[in-house]
């Protein structure tokens, strides 16, 4: 937390040399003025602490036009961009509308917005009788925002008439707030850059093993979908849920290592295929650790396939050894390949599967996971119909009986 040195008692405050900033206070200073100042430094601080807790460029931009909202006592801000005219901050009343029409702004502002933009300065702008007229006395300043895709916007700044009207200071402190909010936009807008180079990767990798196995294609985006529904019916946090999600898309990207033959082999497979299947957990985790991304999706990849009772693979995990994430994928895996066709047997229809899940829970899944799996299932069929039969229409089938079934039977 940033926090500002005691200010002195104003009513005996010694003079300050001014400060880097270019607002510090002159040497005779009335009390108002310096609580003024006072009010400037602190919303300097204050977006400075705020900016590195935004996370994209919407809220920082937010952040940034309160901060100069405040600071400058302004009534009305709008952003033009492209001669679109944007109301932000609290936004225009209806007597402001009435006596400044967005006409009237366009008119009085535009050429000078593209001043601001063409200098690359927060300037106010000298307003000719007519301008001034159409502006009804308002003072306004203009501020060219940073963007994080470099499109041109301006930041306008509406005073009443009645109030102060902006001056040289205000000009300094808006700058000064635009420099720290800058390289954190850069900043942002290199961070999202990166997380779409991630995600495409991610889609890259996961159509790649969905194209070489036959029998699972969209397997691992549907894996994905049910297994963030189900990190959330447990209650864990955003984060979490988000990993678990990439997990479901990535948790069988060592398939990629496995040869074809046995991949879609339509019958079953011999001891030395089915070892060299199982070894998709060990190859996914090997390609994907030296990725930092990966990290948190690494547990899944090796431990999807542990059971709940020591007799999964690789390693022969029990339930509390396995990582959260490996078990609910390890619900999600298993209900996807129950409910989808096979060379050697149809798709079982979803209650089917659910019944089959419940039997074995305990021995093949956690009771707690698959618990909150069905949960997550049945509320995602009932409350958002539309997009589970988008998604799901296959579920809505009728599939073979299988009354009593076990999954290992
Ligand atoms: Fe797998």
């Not at 008119?107 to 927060?122: F, G, I, M, T």
């Not at 409910?339 to 021995?363: F, I």
Request: some cysteine.
């Amino acid at each position: 937390m940033i926090r500002l040195d005691p200010f002195p008692d104003a009513t005996r405050v010694a003079p300050t040399p001014p400060a880097a900033g270019g607002f510090a206070p002159p040497a005779e200073c009335a009390p108002d003025e310096l609580a003024r100042y006072r009010a400037r430094l602190e919303a300097v601080c204050g977006l400075a602490e705020e900016l590195p807790r935004q996370c994209d460029a919407d809220t920082l931009n937010v952040a940034l036009v309160r901060h100069v909202q405040r600071v400058l006592a302004a009534d009305v801000l709008y952003v033009e961009s492209g001669g679109t005219w944007r109301p932000v901050g609290t936004g225009p009343d209806a007597p402001f509308a009435n006596r400044v029409p967005l006409e009237n702004l366009r008119k009085a502002l535009a050429a000078h917005c593209a001043a601001a933009r063409r200098e690359r300065r927060v300037l106010v702008p000298v307003q000719a009788p007519a301008e001034r007229a159409l502006l009804a006395g308002h003072s306004a300043l203009l501020a060219p925002l940073p963007t994080a895709d470099g499109s041109p916007r301006t930041l306008v700044v509406l005073r009443q008439a009645d109030s102060p009207a902006f001056d040289d200071q205000d000009v300094r402190i808006v700058s000064a707030l635009l420099r720290y909010a800058a390289p954190a936009l850069r900043t942002v807008a290199m961070s999202a850059r990166l997380q779409r180079i991630a995600v495409q990767m991610v889609s890259a990798l996961v159509n790649a093993i969905d194209a070489k196995d036959d029998y699972t294609s969209s397997h691992s985006a549907r894996v994905a979908e049910l297994a963030r529904r189900t990190a959330r019916e447990l209650g864990l946090p955003p984060r979490e849920q988000q990993a678990v999600e990439w997990s479901g898309l990535l948790h069988d990207i060592g398939k990629i290592g496995v040869p074809e033959q046995v991949l879609n082999k339509p019958g079953l497979l011999t001891r030395s295929e089915t070892a060299a299947m199982q070894r998709h957990t060990l190859i996914g985790h090997e390609m994907l650790r030296p990725v930092a991304q990966f990290a948190p999706v690494l547990d899944a990849v090796l431990y999807h396939h542990e059971n709940d009772d020591g007799s999964g693979y690789p390693h022969g995990l029990r339930r509390a050894e396995i990582p959260p994430s490996a078990r609910i994928i390890h619900v999600a895996d298993i209900f996807d390949a129950l409910t989808t066709h096979r060379p050697y047997r149809r798709a079982y229809d979803c209650e089917t599967a659910l019944a089959m899940l419940r039997v074995d829970a305990g021995r093949i899944t956690d009771p707690a996971v698959t618990a909150a799996f069905e949960l997550a299932l049945r509320r995602y069929r009932t409350r958002e119909r539309e997009s589970f039969v988008l998604r799901f229409a296959h579920l809505l089938e009728p599939g073979p009986a299988a009354a009593g079934r076990s999954l290992g039977s």
